[in-house]
């Protein structure tokens, strides 16, 4: 029997209204994310790679159609609902970092964890765990502005995995990094994958970052024009046409 979605997209879209114009970024978007895959979206600039992450993660509410969680409906849901959904089952890894330059890195990875409401010990107690598995137990006190870029999204990698959630999505995670950092952070997303079994949803625009998945999803114009498996042996690909 095959395993229940983890996210699912039915018939999903999204429209902005510039003036009197509508604008749509999405079209009827159908898809599935299963327990354990590793994805990315990739696609042209403008092709609502962003946008159908931000939609299929809940931080963004789709114009019409469905996104479900762990089988449940994100539009039967209030906004604390979801985020509540969202902070147990998600963790997020921006191209930006979206830190708080005020916190330090203990300080900003703990953050998730007050909105879950665990208490000020144990959420010490797990940020150190995490920012050490990460290797940056000697940087807890330091602030984002005197960490280094690859640091800076270690440290998001960190937050992210605070709460200890089943997917991580990433939006072009090495998109502000060199070479040498971006790899480091491609390899941990593949350790988190392989070695405990996260669901990873990546956006990139790099088609070798892209191929480090399992499964690509293309999209154009806001639709997805085939779903790419990839063999265990990377760049290997069987193309199933949607």
Known sequence: M???PIIEAKNVTKTYQLG?????????????????????????SGSGKT????????LLRPTSGDILINGSSASKMDDD????????TIGFVFQSFHLINRLTALENVMLPLWFQGISAVDRKEKASKVLRDVGLGDRLNHRPTE?????????AIARALAADPDVIVADEPTGNLDSVSGSTILNMLDDLHQK?????????????????????????????IRSQSLHKGRGKAREDYK
């Not at 946008?51 to 809940?58: A, E």
């Not at 609902?81 to 147990?88: C, D, I, N, P």
């Not at 405990?196 to 956006?203: A, F, H, S, Y």
């Not at 990139?204 to 499964?215: I, L």
């Open 196 to 224: 405990r079994g996260k669901t990873i949803l990546m956006v990139t625009h790099e088609k070798y970052v892209a191929e480090r998945a399992q499964r690509i999803i293309h999209l154009k114009d806001g639709q997805i």
């Open 147 to 155: 960490l280094s870029g690859g640091q800076r999204q270690r440290v």
């Open 51 to 58: 946008t159908l992450l931000d939609v299929l993660s809940g």
């Open 81 to 88: 609902e979801l985020a509540q959904v969202r902070g147990k």
């Open 20 to 44: 009197d114009v509508p604008v749509h970024v999405l079209r009827g978007i159908d898809t599935q994310i299963l327990p354990g895959e590793y994805v990315s979206i990739t696609g042209p």
């Open 2 to 4: 095959s395993p229940k």
